[in-house]
């Protein structure tokens, strides 16, 4: 029996007491994720958009596909000259390219860094120069970005742009792959020979590279039986998120293909409730991982199960707070399909859920998973405080190696966010009831939870002020219906705009361009002056009051 299936536990309190991680000594994701599956099972349905009556059918690859297609690439980047603790950017959508890139770095002991193709110049040139990053597999439609930024990323040596042509000295992903043969061996590695490098948003300064081991893919993989309540057998995945989401990544795409399961991949631009419910309709979609602002909007559709002929057992949610109103739609409106929202972090896995183990209790994170022990601690103390108080979440792995390893390069950072005793700090603000529930109440820094998204306001406000007409800025989260929180900046301008309406434009613009389509400030209210403390600080408190 494979240590994460969870079978042999009859209660939520038995696999607490008697689960535990038994991680093998050696371990390579990319043996495990498609080589010990039937090389002839479907993998992943790649849908672009048509259905079976277009002229764009979707594409089936096995896990046979996967293999032979990452064997190719892993030897591809070892002739570039990718080497072992490489590492190698993926901005790739839901394309079969973007986990294809992945097994292919992890063949070869090179170390993945996920991004998003809705990053914009900046966020793509910090990350990539900040990572050290070699290589880059780039969708066609980011790689005019990469061309701009490159020169400011010195030790970028190769861009790979997916198709068959690519110009300039760009290397065409479909030609790397036809020029070289399957049969790559995976290089020996351990639960903890180095994965990945994934970004936080950055609360108080420049976004932080998370440092992973393997060890990262096993523990996602464990928290999604739980969340998926309890098994993915016969089970057909999707997820509208970016795949470079680590709950996205590997809470849905590998953990569903550790098990064996498929995944639906469908690239596409702005959610539209009615198009998702096609595809969950049109792939007998299962089980879907739905950020709560993705339900907001589907809750838009009336009578989606008279409308649309659904296979979906579970609706899995994190990101953001659920709030109960979700609950209440998905039990009104569905027979017999579960919402369960779950917690977790970019450096400290998905440590929180709800499941079939136990009674959801709406608007509640649940309780900790097999694995993990959760504490409610006072901020400045780290002092455990007793049930209905409000403090920080504490979390401690019955594993360390399914936490982060380190901050790049920030060994101090890395230090602060454990405690002197070995728990973790989340920065999140909750209380525990008596029965074991925890509930969110805030954030204890200033991101901003949107639309599914963890957003620095730090960074928003370094693009800000980018403009020549703005002398300083502060981006706030503020309430809202369907988002959870809108960003908002406060903008004190180098002189009272003539046009105000124009000036906001060019700031969310610039935004756009610049960071992600994402992290634009919905809302630009233009004041005289910011409210700051005795020390120059600005006060962001006083502006969300």
């Not at 030897?75 to 294809?100: C, F, H, W, Y």
């Not at 849905?252 to 096609?278: I, Q």
């Not at 405080?385 to 390069?409: I, K």
């Not at 963890?454 to 219906?481: C, F, K, N, T």
């Amino acid at each position: 029996m494979s240590w994460q299936v969870m079978d042999a536990y009859e209660t939520y309190e038995q696999a607490r007491e008697e689960f535990t991680w038994e991680l093998p000594s050696t371990y390579n994701p990319a043996a495990d994720l498609c080589r010990k599956h039937d090389p002839a099972d479907v993998a992943l349905r790649y849908d672009t958009g048509g259905n079976e009556s277009t002229d764009q059918p979707t594409e089936e690859l096995t896990f046979g596909d996967i293999d032979d297609r990452s064997d190719r690439l892993a030897a591809a980047l070892t002739e570039l000259g990718v080497d072992r603790g490489d590492r190698v950017g993926v901005v790739v959508s839901q394309k079969p390219a973007n986990p294809i890139t992945h097994l292919a770095n992890w063949k070869l002991g090179a170390v993945s860094v996920p991004l998003t193709v809705l990053f914009g110049r900046d966020a793509l040139q910090y990350r990539l120069a900040d990572s050290d990053a070699v290589a880059v597999v780039v969708d066609p439609s980011v790689r005019e970005t990469i061309d701009e930024i490159r020169e400011d990323c010195p030790t970028l040596e190769h861009v790979i742009e997916l198709g068959s042509t690519a110009e300039g000295d760009a290397h065409a992903y479909d030609s790397l792959l036809d020029s070289h043969e399957p049969g790559f061996d995976p290089v020996d590695s351990t639960p903890e020979t180095e994965s990945a490098v994934m970004y936080t948003s950055g609360s108080t300064g420049p976004p932080k590279g998370v440092v992973h081991s393997h060890a990262l893919w096993l523990g996602r993989a464990a928290a999604a039986y739980n969340y998926f309540d309890r098994g993915l057998d016969d089970a057909i995945l999707w997820t509208p998120a970016d795949w470079a989401w680590g709950a996205a990544l590997g809470g849905t795409l590998f953990a569903a293909w550790h098990y064996g399961a498929p995944v639906v991949g469908w690239p596409r631009g702005s959610f539209d409730a009615e198009e998702a419910f096609s595809c969950l309709e049109r792939h007998d979609v299962t089980h879907a991982f739905m950020p709560p602002t993705a339900l907001r909007m589907l809750m838009s559709v009336d009578d989606p199960a008279d409308q649309f002929d659904l296979s979906v057992e579970v609706f899995a949610s994190a990101g953001e707070p659920m709030t109960p109103e979700i609950v209440d739609w998905v039990e009104g409106s569905f027979d017999d399909v579960s919402i369960n929202e779950f917690y977790g972090q970019t450096e400290l896995n998905l440590v929180v859920g709800n499941s079939e183990w136990f009674e959801t209790r709406p608007g509640s994170m649940g309780k900790p998973l097999p694995g993990y022990e959760c504490r409610v601690v006072d901020p400045e103390s780290h002092e455990p405080l007793p049930n209905g108080e409000t403090g920080e979440l504490a979390v401690w792995p019955d594993d360390r190696q399914v936490f982060f390893d380190r901050y790049l390069g920030l060994p101090e950072k890395t230090a602060e966010k454990q405690t002197d005793d070995g728990w973790f700090l989340t920065d999140d603000l909750v209380e525990r009831d008596d029965e074991g529930y925890l509930w969110f109440v805030s954030r204890s820094d200033d991101v901003i939870l949107t639309r599914g998204y963890r957003v620095g306001p730090m960074e928003v406000e370094s693009a800000i002020l980018d403009h020549p007409a703005v002398e300083q800025v502060a981006v706030v989260g503020v309430p809202d219906e369907t988002n959870g929180e809108a960003i908002k900046a406060f903008v004190q301008p180098t002189a009272w705009p003539e046009n105000p309406e124009q000036l906001r434009e060019e700031i969310r613009k610039l935004v756009r361009d610049d960071l992600a389509a994402y992290e634009y400030p919905e809302y630009v209210e233009f004041v005289e002056e910011l409210p700051t403390t005795s020390t120059g600080k600005i006060r962001r408190k006083s502006l969300r009051n």
